[in-house]
């Protein structure tokens, strides 16, 4: 993900001290059921497309843009999937964040997948039984929630700091880190 400029002048003031942001993840379908995924150009790894909310955008309005500026599709949000407070993440570059990730569902609405920004490598639709080897635990779990339909949100739980609750009738999450390898 690139960078937004209200980051790096933040980041002119802070250096690389931790920094508290919102995030976005889109699981995007489309009219058959396949989830929509790119390969990052920063770590060549398929993740699902996600971004930092611009200052007073919504969450909803940001999955939908962050699409469409990383694959040409359009979007709409359907509803919420997930928000879940990640782990601080270090970037090769020294600079120490930490994302409250807003996960929507959405559904594809227009346009053709292909990559249209230099964020990714490739983009492609995927059936959710032929998933590209090496989505972290982050990405398919959100997945897997996503296609679940519209239950409630999932959400950690309030508690005293004890591992992070599962989904009914999944395991936790061993891979944390958000699908990200840039600095923020």
């Given at each position: 993900?690139?960078?937004?400029?209200?980051?790096?002048?933040?980041?002119?003031?802070?250096?690389?001290?931790?920094?508290?942001?919102?995030?976005?993840?889109?699981?995007?379908?489309?009219?058959?059921?396949?989830?929509?995924?790119?390969?990052?150009?920063?770590?060549?790894?398929?993740?699902?497309?996600?971004?930092?909310?611009?200052?007073?955008?919504?969450?909803?309005?940001?999955?939908?843009?962050?699409?469409?500026?990383?694959?040409?599709?359009?979007?709409?949000?359907e509803h919420v999937v997930l928000v879940?407070?990640?782990?601080?993440?270090?970037?090769?570059?020294?600079?120490?964040?930490?994302?409250v990730d807003v996960t929507l569902r959405?559904?594809?609405?227009?346009?053709?997948?292909?990559?249209?920004?230099?964020?990714?490598?490739e983009v492609g639709w995927f059936a959710?039984?032929?998933?590209?080897?090496?989505?972290?635990?982050?990405?398919?779990?959100?997945?897997?929630?996503?296609?679940?339909?519209?239950?409630?949100?999932?959400?950690?739980?309030?508690?005293?700091?004890?591992?992070?609750?599962?989904?009914?009738?999944?395991?936790?999450?061993?891979?944390?880190?958000?699908?990200?390898?840039?600095?923020?």
């Amino acid at each position: 993900m690139t960078t937004p400029r209200f980051i790096r002048d933040l980041r002119r003031s802070i250096g690389h001290d931790l920094l508290f942001l919102p995030g976005v993840s889109a699981v995007v379908f489309d009219g058959e059921g396949r989830v929509l995924l790119g390969r990052r150009a920063d770590n060549g790894r398929w993740a699902l497309i996600a971004g930092i909310p611009e200052p007073g955008e919504q969450p909803a309005q940001a999955a939908a843009r962050e699409v469409l500026e990383e694959t040409a599709v359009h979007c709409e949000p359907e509803h919420v999937v997930l928000v879940e407070t990640l782990d601080p993440v270090r970037y090769p570059n020294g600079d120490r964040c930490q994302f409250v990730d807003v996960t929507l569902r959405c559904r594809a609405t227009g346009g053709e997948a292909r990559v249209n920004d230099d964020e990714s490598l490739e983009v492609g639709w995927f059936a959710l039984d032929a998933l590209p080897p090496g989505l972290t635990d982050h990405a398919m779990r959100r997945i897997t929630l996503a296609a679940a339909g519209g239950g409630p949100a999932w959400f950690r739980p309030h508690d005293d700091g004890a591992a992070p609750a599962a989904p009914a009738g999944e395991p936790p999450a061993t891979d944390p880190a958000p699908d990200a390898s840039v600095g923020a």
